[in-house]
């Protein structure tokens, strides 16, 4: 029985979230840095990218920091944004940035 979850959860295509946020006051990024790390890792997630300045290819606004974020799958991204720890955060986010943020399954 134990076999066939372990298979499930091989083949469960994992979630990755693109993030872009435009800075209006960059106040808020020493607190919520530090915060939104852990609760990524506390629903399996991990960071692979946050840069500042990313080279934009097309579009016409301006992005100030791209961050991807991998997740075992799209219902640990959710419920890592719908984490009741994480409200606080999006609200500290939101009084200093604009941010696109969107999930996609991975390919398997």
């Keep these: ?3 066939a979850n372990r298979r ?3 083949a469960m295509p994992k979630a990755y979230m693109a993030g872009f946020v435009k ?3 960059p106040g808020w990024l020493d607190e919520y840095r530090p915060k939104c790390l ?3 890792e506390k629903h399996g997630g991990r960071y692979l990218a946050a840069a500042p300045g990313p080279e934009r290819l097309e579009g016409k606004e301006p992005v ?4 991807v974020l991998e997740f ?3 219902a640990a991204a959710r419920a890592w ?3 009741p720890d994480y409200e606080p955060l999006i609200r500290l986010r939101q009084s200093g940035s604009d941010i696109e943020l969107a999930v996609a399954e991975g390919l398997v």
């Design 81 to 83: 944004y719908a984490d």
């Design 8 to 10: 499930e959860e091989m």
């Design 72 to 74: 075992p799958s799209v």
């Design 38 to 40: 852990a609760l990524v």
């Design 64 to 67: 100030d920091i791209m961050v």
């Design 1 to 3: 029985m134990g076999g």
């Design 23 to 25: 800075l209006r006051d």
